[in-house]
C-alpha cells in the first residue's frame, strides 16, 4: 500500500491505495464522484478524462499512486448540481446528449479547448472542432449536437469579450 | 479489466531509476506517460511486478547544440507542434506529430515511452528513421548510442536490454535546403495507421540532391528504402515522377496480411503513400526556394 495525498475538486485527503488502483477508480469509489465514467479503462473512449494539475488526462490510464501531492478536477467541479457551466447549457439546448454516459468525458476534455478559443478570440473551424474532441466517443447524438454547442459557448464568449 | 498486482517505485533522480532497473530487470519496467503500459496492463498483456516512474527526472527538453537536435526521452507528442526547432527544421516530422492519436494522448504520451513501445505502425519510430535519429539508451553500466534504424527488432521488439532506459533521441540538423512531408492511411482519424511514409529532400537548383524515405505496414517495424532514395537523385521538383522506381521498391515488400489489410494492399498503399509524400515534399521545396 502507498500513502497518497490528493487534492480533489476543492478537498485534501490522506489515503493509503494499492500500487494497481487506478485514479479512475479511486475517484469513484474513495472520493464517491460517480461523475467519473469508465467506458473502455484502456484508453479508447475519454469517458474517464479529468484534470491533473489543470490537464486533461484520462484517469483510466493513471495510476493513483501516480497522483501524491496533485490536484485533480472532476465534471463534480464544473457547474454543480444543476451543470450549469455555460459549456453544459450549451449540450441541453443543442441536444449534444443523449443517455449522457460519455458527457462528463467531452466536458472535462472540452473547457480546456473552449478557455483556449477564447483566450485567442477566434472560432474554430468544424474540423478543429472535431480534432479537440476525436479522443472521445459518443455512441448517441452522432456529435453533430456536441459540435454545435461547442460552437454555440464559443460564440456566447465571444459577443460578451465584444460587448465589454 | 483492471491490471495484476505489482509494486510502484517513483525514481527522483535519472541514477536511482538505473539502480532500480538494474535491480529487477526483466521484472522492471519504466513507466512515462502510461499512454501504452497501463493499456497493456489493464489487458493484462503486461504484468511487470515492478514499475519505476520516471516522470520526475527533468529528461523533458529540446535543445540545438553542435549540429543536433537533442530530444529528452520525456518530451510528450503536443510539445512539437509549438516548437520553432522542430517546425522549422523537420516539416515530415510535425506531419507525423499530428496524427498521432488524439489531443489528450499527445499532451501526455513520450518520444521514449513511443520508442520503446514499439508499435509497428507508431509514428515516431518512423519519423526517427527518417531523419537519421540516434537513440541514446543509459544503464546503470553506461550509455549506448543506437541508429533508429537498428533499434527496432520486430513489432514489440526493440535491441533495448532490461536495466536499460532511452534517456534522449538526436536528429541531425539537416541543410537549410530541404524539405519533407509525411502521409498515413488509418482507418479512422486518430487510429494506429494501416500504412506511413515519411520523405525529406535536400535540393539545389530544382532537384534533388539527397533524398530519405521511410515506410511503416510495409514490415515488421518501419523500414528506410535505400534503393528508392537512390533513385530519387537528380529528380525534378517540378516534376516529382517517381512512380518506376517507386513500384520497383513496393515490389520487394513483403508487408503483413491480416484482419485490417491484405499484404497486396498494403503493398499498393505504402506506394501510393509515398508518391503523396514525395510530391508534397517536393512542393514545399519549391515555396520555400
Ligand atoms: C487511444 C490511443 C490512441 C493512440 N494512438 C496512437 C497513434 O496513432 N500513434 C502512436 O504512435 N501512438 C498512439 N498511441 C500511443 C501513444 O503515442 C503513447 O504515448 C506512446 O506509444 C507511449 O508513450 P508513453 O510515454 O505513454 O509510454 P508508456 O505507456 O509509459 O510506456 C510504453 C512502453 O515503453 C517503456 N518506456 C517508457 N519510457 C521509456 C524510456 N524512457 N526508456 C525505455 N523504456 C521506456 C515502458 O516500460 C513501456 O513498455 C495511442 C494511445 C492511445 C491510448
Ligand atoms: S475509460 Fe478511460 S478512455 Fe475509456
Ligand atoms: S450521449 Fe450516449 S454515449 Fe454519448
Redesign the interface.
Known amino acids: 500500500m502507498i500513502e497518497i495525498t490528493l487534492e480533489v475538486n476543492g478537498e485534501t485527503r490522506r489515503l493509503s491505495v494499492e500500487s494497481r488502483r487506478l485514479l479512475a477508480d479511486v475517484l469513484r469509489q474513495e472520493f464517491n464522484l460517480s461523475g467519473v465514467h469508465i467506458g473502455c479503462a484502456h484508453g479508447a473512449c475519454g469517458c474517464c478524462t479529468v484534470h491533473l494539475d489543470g490537464k486533461p488526462r484520462l484517469s483510466c490510464l493513471t495510476f493513483a499512486a501516480q497522483c501524491d501531492g496533485k490536484s485533480v478536477r472532476t465534471v463534480e467541479s464544473v457547474g454543480g448540481v444543476g451543470a450549469d457551466h455555460p459549456l453544459q447549457k450549451a449540450f441541453r439546448s443543442e441536444h449534444g446528449l443523449q443517455c449522457g454516459y460519455c458527457t462528463p468525458g467531452f466536458i472535462m476534455t472540452l473547457i480546456p479547448f473552449v478557455e483556449e478559443m477564447t483566450a485567442e478570440r477566434r472560432m474554430p473551424d468544424e474540423e478543429e472542432i472535431r480534432e479537440a474532441m476525436s479522443g472521445n466517443i459518443c455512441r448517441c447524438t452522432g456529435y453533430q449536437g456536441i459540435v454545435e454547442a461547442v460552437r454555440k459557448v464559443i460564440g456566447e464568449n465571444l459577443e460578451e469579450g465584444a460587448q465589454a | 479489466?483492471?491490471?495484476?498486482?505489482?509494486?510502484?517505485h517513483?525514481a527522483d533522480s535519472l541514477e536511482q531509476a538505473l539502480a532500480l532497473l538494474q535491480e529487477f530487470g526483466d521484472e522492471g519496467r519504466p513507466?512515462a506517460g502510461?499512454?501504452s503500459l497501463?493499456?497493456m496492463?489493464?489487458?493484462r498483456l503486461a504484468r511487470p511486478a515492478h514499475?519505476v516512474?520516471i516522470?520526475g527526472l527533468g529528461l523533458d527538453t529540446i535543445e540545438k547544440k553542435d549540429g543536433v537536435i537533442r530530444i529528452g526521452a520525456l518530451v510528450r507528442h503536443e510539445r512539437y507542434l509549438a516548437e520553432p526547432l522542430i517546425i522549422d527544421n523537420f516539416p515530415a516530422f510535425i506531419d507525423g506529430v499530428r496524427a498521432i492519436?488524439?489531443?489528450?494522448?499527445r499532451?501526455?504520451g513520450t518520444i521514449g515511452g513511443s520508442l520503446a513501445h514499439a508499435d509497428p505502425t507508431a509514428e515516431l519510430p518512423l519519423l526517427c528513421m527518417l531523419h537519421d535519429g540516434e537513440i541514446i539508451a543509459a544503464s546503470a553500466g553506461g550509455e549506448r548510442r543506437l541508429p533508429a534504424t537498428r533499434f527496432f527488432e520486430g513489432a514489440y521488439m526493440t535491441v533495448l536490454e532490461a536495466g536499460e532506459m532511452i534517456v534522449a533521441v538526436e536528429l541531425p540538423v539537416p541543410p537549410a535546403s530541404s524539405s519533407g512531408a509525411f502521409v498515413e492511411m488509418a482507418e479512422r482519424?486518430?487510429d494506429f495507421a494501416i500504412a506511413a511514409c515519411g520523405v525529406t529532400l535536400e535540393h539545389a537548383r530544382g532537384r534533388v540532391t539527397r533524398a530519405a524515405v521511410a515506410c511503416s505496414g510495409a514490415g515488421q517495424t518501419a523500414m528506410r528504402a535505400p534503393q528508392l532514395e537512390e533513385a530519387l537523385e537528380g529528380l525534378e521538383l517540378a516534376h516529382p515522377d517517381a512512380a518506376a522506381a517507386i513500384a520497383a521498391f513496393t515490389e520487394t515488400l513483403n508487408p503483413p496480411d491480416d484482419h485490417s489489410a491484405s499484404a497486396d494492399y498494403r503493398r499498393a498503399l505504402v506506394g501510393q503513400l509515398t508518391e503523396q509524400a514525395l510530391a508534397t515534399a517536393c512542393s514545399r521545396a519549391m515555396e520555400a526556394s
Do not use: A, C, W
Open positions: 479489466m483492471r491490471p495484476s498486482e505489482f509494486e510502484y517513483k513507466i502510461g499512454q497501463v493499456p496492463m489493464n489487458l514499475l516512474d516522470n492519436g488524439h489531443p489528450t494522448i499532451r501526455n482519424r486518430g
